[in-house]
């Protein structure tokens, strides 16, 4: 089974929208695919299956129970139990409530909350091949339990300035979390919402070649109005629009998850334009035409 966390401690960076865009993507090869929603604000849930009036449903199951003590001796189908089938095929769903945002205060001074989720994860078996988590975008308990159960964590991140400092903040939560747990939590970072025709969007992208490099997924995934109706209908992009633009970028980032994860690695696989982490090298084609669209932008922003 392979585990990843979409992540990051700023808002309105399109995690929701990467979570179950890549959820979906998994989901259409065959394989059984489980996204975990761990935002109290539930959009994953909300979009992909609608309000639920039960505090305790979904992934509230697994808390509480580790609440009450009784999750030692729940059988495995108990906690296969807080996942639900979504309109699409071998993709299910363990929701969140709103009630994921009391868990902070009413697990404190608890020990063994860091790893609840890697527990629950463990015990759904072989019932699925592939877990997204849709982390909350604040640090607390909830995400902690994510970069905890995960293998690697994807990062998107808006191509604008505020966001890049939103970026600064995680990585150093990653850097605190990998000393806690002694290992190295690999990632991904997500260029999302690029708008071409901008000057900052532009600015933000090369910063991130810059910055990041070792760590950045090529193609930015671009603004697109397609994926904002895929939510209005309550469909993953990918069922709504296979040939949008931002799905074929999620397409071919999901392609390269799998082939590394089958192969045993935890980093996109090479690119013939790019070093063995997937960032587009110096000089590539990729990387002048943004410095020619910056140019031809002028004063655009």
Known sequence: MSTWAVCNQKGGVGKTTTAISIASLLA???????????????????YLVGREDDANAGVMRWFSAELDGSAASLPAAAFAAACEETKQPDLSLARATPALAALERRAAGREGFGRVLTTAIARLGARFDDVIIDCPPTLGLLMINALAAAQQVLIPV??????LEGLARMSRTLEMVERSQRRAIPRIVIPTLFDRRTRASLLALERLREEYASV????????DTRLRDAARAGLPPPLYDPAGRAVGVYRRLVDRLIGAAEAGATEAAPQPTADRYGIVAAGSPAAASTRCSLAAAGARS
Request: proline content about 12%; overall charge negative; aromatic content about 4%.
């Open 28 to 46: 259409e090869k065959g394989r059984k695919t489980l996204l975990i929603d761990l935002d109290p604000h539930a959009s994953a849930s909300v």
């Open 216 to 223: 950045l997924w090529p193609e930015p995934v671009p603004i």
């Open 158 to 163: 808006q191509t604008e300035h505020l966001a």
